[in-house]
């Protein structure tokens, strides 16, 4: 599908989707959003730049149309371009540190754990997934990134078998193209410390209402300064990135499967205010929790979506 193709499809549904005059300019806005087996495919209009934040998982992304961004991804920089894509390494701390002039359409895909133990068994622990942080599509990558972006703003069902298939040749293509070609490709192993285990244990069973730094130190038999120096050695996050990693993961995943309301998400993910959630959610990723809602669970009744829009 040639990409002129693919923007009169992005401008049809653009128009159809939301009336003019209700987006406000400086939020990034979701397409549509599959997920599966896989892991999760997200089309986005990115206008707004995204913080620091980290996944538990791999994550790549591919721009489709629009201007460069530059994104800071561990200790490099990476340029974000059509044809091009970056890539991140799960746990990996990265931000988008700006955008171009105008929107750009950009194709983010997170690959599920299992899925990647599939298709790299045996794959140790020590070896660094993504070699780079930045690559050139060829032809054959550019071309499933568009069939994907167009089935998912065309298909009657997101997680259709069509959809899933052609997530699954573009997932398959980019990580076998630019993941590990071990064992020359490795990385110094991280620490793995029974206290730094037991600390995101308590991160995990505390969501709900977080536990200070301090008390998770104590817990753990470590001084503050002391827990923090070896928590960042065996995680490669700080305490709160790592944290604030959980709490997107857990809202990402609340958002696309649990049709509750927004204020009882947010909840959930250890804010007392739904506004905080919908700050903190912005942030992270540049777009609102209701309009990824809204493109995840597209059958979701519309009276829901209308009582759970974020506070102003």
Not at 40 to 48: E, N, P
């Amino acid at each position: 599908m040639a990409a002129a193709g693919l923007l009169d499809i992005l401008s049809a549904h653009t128009q159809h989707r939301r009336p003019a005059g209700r987006r406000k300019g400086h939020v990034s806005r979701v397409l549509a959003v599959t997920h599966g087996h896989i892991g999760r495919a997200c089309l986005l209009d990115k206008v707004r730049p995204a913080g620091a934040h980290a996944h538990p998982v791999h994550h790549a992304m591919i721009e489709l149309d629009g201007p460069c961004h530059e994104y800071q991804v561990g200790e490099a920089s990476a340029i974000l371009a059509p044809r091009h894509a970056v890539l991140v390494n799960s746990h990996e701390l990265h931000a988008n540190r700006s955008v171009g002039q105008g929107k750009s359409t950009i194709l983010m895909l997170y690959f599920s754990p299992l899925w990647i133990e599939e298709q790299f068994p045996g794959l140790p622990a020590y070896v660094r997934f993504f070699r780079h942080s930045s690559v050139q599509l060829g032809a054959c990558a550019v071309e499933l990134a568009q069939r994907l972006a167009r089935h998912m703003l065309e298909a009657a069902e997101i997680n259709s078998p069509e959809v899933q298939a052609l997530f699954g040749e573009l997932a398959e293509h980019l990580c076998h193209q630019h993941g590990p070609t071990y064992p020359n490709r490795e990385r110094p192993a991280r620490s793995n410390d029974y206290r730094i285990r037991r600390a995101i244990a308590l991160m995990q069973e505390h969501l709900e209402e977080p536990l200070p730094t301090q008390t998770i130190a104590s817990r753990v038999g470590l001084s503050r300064s002391r827990f923090f120096e070896l928590f960042t050695a065996c995680t490669g996050l700080s305490p709160k990135h790592y944290v604030n990693m959980l709490r997107l993961h857990a809202a990402v995943e609340y958002l696309a499967d649990d049709p509750g309301p927004i204020a009882e998400l947010s909840q959930r993910c250890g804010f007392g205010a739904q506004s905080h959630f919908s700050k903190f959610f912005v942030d992270q990723q540049g777009f609102t929790p209701r309009d990824y809602r809204r493109a995840a669970v597209p059958a979701l009744p519309r009276q829901c979506e209308h009582a759970d829009a974020p506070h102003p």
